[in-house]
């Protein structure tokens, strides 16, 4: 029997990237909704009742109303959006975070997916907090770079119009205010006793991301330098198939030695480089924002949920 699954927000990047990874796939039925009614209330509750699991990929207001749409008792949601993701009730879509998330995301109802930015950010603090490496009230920092497709079709469609104003062929900081929408999910899934002070940057790319994070070798309660931390990371994500624990020396096999925010670009998995010396390290995952940080994360989660290989309908 084919799983039923309404994408609410289809015709936006993340809900079409999803849209597009389910081609082929005989187990999935996607249930269409007409273009004239993607925003009628009344056709997008039919549907949402009607279906085995709802992906949201809307702006947080609209995923709120939609989830609150639900009649169904079996109906499962995976929201894409910012609105659940410290809501009580809600599971964070991260299955490699610690023991038993798989397991609570397979058997979950309610599964928020992570940003872009908290994934990488995540991956690498949540661990070290957790396993008290650092103490949670470490003062983290953290820069982001990331392709313009972050930005959705909006900014998708700046970068790529003929005649575009001049100050989009540079790299641009963001959220100078310290305000970012991801600041939330990273203190409170990670553990911290504050947000991170965090830079995100959108280049002039369409897809890949890398978020890094610095550590001073002095603070660390277990491990030494960058040499301990790499240890650390292959030992916690050990046997994991969507992150990869590069090997020492790796950074200088990049191309001019150089980490290109795309590097991951069309992968779903993620990378994490430990680099540095003794007093100072930096902790780096790579990734496809498109990939692990949006749709190829939801399709994860979808997979755990309905049993089925978790790589499946994913380029791993």
Same mark, same amino acid.
């Given at each position: 029997?084919?799983? !039923?699954v309404?994408?609410?927000?289809?015709?936006?990047?993340?809900?079409?990237?999803?849209?597009?990874r389910?081609?082929g !796939?005989?187990?999935i039925? /996607?249930l269409?909704?007409?273009p004239?009614?993607r925003k009628?209330?009344?056709?997008?509750?039919?549907l949402?009742?009607?279906?085995?699991?709802?992906?949201?990929?809307?702006?947080?207001?609209?995923?709120?109303?939609? =989830?609150?749409?639900v009649e169904?008792?079996?109906?499962?949601?995976i929201?894409?959006?910012?609105?659940?993701?410290?809501a009580?009730g809600w599971?964070y879509?991260?299955?490699? /975070?610690?023991?038993? $998330?798989?397991?609570a995301? *397979?058997? +979950?109802?309610r599964?928020a997916v992570?940003?872009c930015h *908290?994934?990488?950010?995540?991956?690498?603090?949540?661990p070290?907090v =957790?396993?008290? %490496? @650092?103490? *949670?009230?470490y003062?983290?920092s953290?820069?982001?770079?990331? &392709?313009?497709s972050?930005?959705?079709?909006?900014?998708i469609? $700046?970068?790529e119009?003929e005649?575009?104003?001049?100050e /989009?062929d540079?790299?641009r900081e963001?959220a100078?205010?310290?305000?970012?929408?991801h600041?939330?999910?990273?203190?409170?899934?990670?553990?911290l006793a504050r947000e991170p002070l965090?830079?995100?940057i959108?280049?002039d790319?369409y897809?890949?991301m %890398?978020v890094? %994070?610095?550590v001073?070798?002095?603070f660390?309660q277990?491990?030494?330098g960058?040499?301990g931390? !790499?240890?650390f990371?292959?030992?916690?994500y050990?046997? $994991?198939?969507?992150?990869?624990?590069?090997a020492?020396?790796?950074e200088e096999?990049?191309? &001019? +030695?150089?980490?290109a925010g795309n590097?991951?670009?069309?992968w779903?998995?993620l990378r994490?480089? %430990?680099?540095?010396n003794?007093e100072?390290?930096?902790l780096?995952? $790579?990734?496809?924002?498109?990939?692990? +940080?949006?749709?190829? =994360?939801?399709?994860?989660c979808?997979?755990?949920m @309905?049993g089925?290989?978790?790589?499946? +309908?994913?380029?791993?």
């Amino acid at each position: 029997m084919k799983t !039923r699954v309404f994408i609410d927000g289809s015709e936006g990047t993340t809900g079409l990237r999803i849209y597009e990874r389910f081609a082929g !796939r005989e187990d999935i039925e /996607l249930l269409p909704v007409a273009p004239e009614l993607r925003k009628d209330i009344g056709e997008r509750k039919r549907l949402i009742n009607s279906a085995d699991v709802v992906f949201l990929c809307l702006p947080d207001g609209a995923a709120k109303e939609s =989830a609150g749409l639900v009649e169904n008792e079996n109906v499962r949601i995976i929201d894409t959006s910012t609105a659940h993701r410290t809501a009580e009730g809600w599971i964070y879509g991260f299955p490699e /975070l610690s023991v038993g $998330q798989r397991e609570a995301i *397979a058997g +979950g109802r309610r599964i928020a997916v992570p940003g872009c930015h *908290a994934t990488g950010f995540i991956s690498l603090v949540y661990p070290l907090v =957790a396993s008290k %490496v @650092l103490a *949670a009230d470490y003062p983290f920092s953290a820069f982001s770079l990331t &392709g313009y497709s972050g930005g959705g079709k909006k900014m998708i469609a $700046q970068y790529e119009a003929e005649g575009r104003e001049p100050e /989009l062929d540079a790299p641009r900081e963001y959220a100078l205010s310290q305000n970012h929408k991801h600041l939330k999910e990273m203190k409170a899934i990670a553990g911290l006793a504050r947000e991170p002070l965090f830079s995100p940057i959108v280049a002039d790319y369409y897809s890949g991301m %890398v978020v890094s %994070v610095p550590v001073y070798g002095e603070f660390l309660q277990r491990y030494a330098g960058a040499a301990g931390l !790499r240890d650390f990371f292959e030992e916690y994500y050990k046997g $994991q198939k969507f992150i990869k624990v590069m090997a020492a020396g790796a950074e200088e096999e990049l191309a &001019g +030695g150089m980490m290109a925010g795309n590097g991951c670009s069309g992968w779903d998995g993620l990378r994490i480089y %430990v680099t540095g010396n003794e007093e100072r390290a930096v902790l780096t995952a $790579q990734f496809d924002n498109l990939g692990k +940080g949006a749709s190829g =994360a939801a399709v994860q989660c979808l997979n755990l949920m @309905l049993g089925c290989e978790e790589g499946k +309908g994913l380029n791993i």
